[in-house]
């Protein structure tokens, strides 16, 4: 069974700080795609990045970026010169055809 | 910009009750979903739908209906809520080719509480 791994439920990172939330993922696919989604207090979840497995390039939006390991089969999200803004839950989820996500990263950011 | 409108933001009802949850997107997407959120479990897919009329369990379909009779609504049903439906629901929507490689765009979620 596909699964989606996110093993700190909690994550801490002063202002302009760097930050870097894990993900795990377990699967017998060769050809899939990962994502990063982010959901505020106003819990309206918004995707963060994107990454297509059969591409060995890093994804980058911006201060976001990912490292995604295929062969571990991880895939973290670094997040950089952190915003008071960016306080939220993070989800990291895997598909194929079905979207499948983990249990959330809750990230609080400090000035 | 894509909106997806979820009708109640926070509902409270009683056991045995049949309750709908609305949701409306905007942009002519083809594709509508609910989840369900709880802590620690994460978004898990109740029901989704990739046309009108047309409906698809999810992985927790038990206890849950959907209704898809026009293009940009996709409603949730609990026939007789319980307790154990107390909950986050979120809908969600994307343009086409199921949730494959598509952007999903969220609503801003209905808190469930069933008494």
């Known amino acids: 069974a596909q699964t989606v791994t996110q093993s700190q439920p909690e994550m801490s990172v002063q202002e302009a700080e760097t930050v870097t939330l894990s993900c795990t993922y377990d699967?017998?696919?060769?050809?899939?795609?990962l994502f990063w989604y982010k959901q505020p207090p106003s819990r309206q979840m918004i995707l963060v990045i994107r990454?297509?497995?059969?591409?060995?390039q890093n994804a980058t939006e911006n201060r976001f970026s990912v490292n995604f390991q295929k062969a571990a089969k991880s895939f973290s999200l670094k997040i950089s010169d952190s915003q008071l803004g960016d306080a939220a839950m993070y989800f990291c989820?895997?598909?194929?055809?079905?979207?499948?996500f983990g249990t959330g990263t809750r990230l609080q950011v400090f000035p | 910009d894509v909106k997806v409108t979820q009708s109640s933001r926070y509902l409270v009802k009683r056991t045995g009750e049949k309750v709908f949850l609305e949701c409306v997107q905007d942009?002519?997407?083809?594709?509508m979903f609910w989840y369900r959120q709880d802590p620690g479990l994460g978004l898990r897919l109740i029901y989704f739908?990739?046309?009108?009329?047309?409906?698809e369990k999810g992985d927790i379909p038990e206890g849950y209906s959907v209704s898809r009779e026009k293009k940009e609504r996709f409603s949730l049903i609990l026939e007789s809520a319980s307790t154990n439906q107390t909950s986050m629901y979120l809908c969600?929507?994307?343009?086409?080719?199921?949730?494959?490689?598509?952007?999903?765009?969220f609503g801003s979620g209905t808190q469930l509480s069933v008494l």
């Open positions: 969600a929507s994307s343009l086409n080719g199921g949730q494959g490689n598509e952007k999903l765009f």
């Open positions: 699967t017998s696919e060769s050809d899939y795609y």
């Open positions: 990454q297509e497995a059969y591409k060995q």
């Open positions: 989820a895997y598909t194929t055809d079905k979207l499948i």
């Open positions: 942009m002519d997407h083809e594709n």
């Open positions: 739908s990739y046309d009108v009329k047309m409906k």
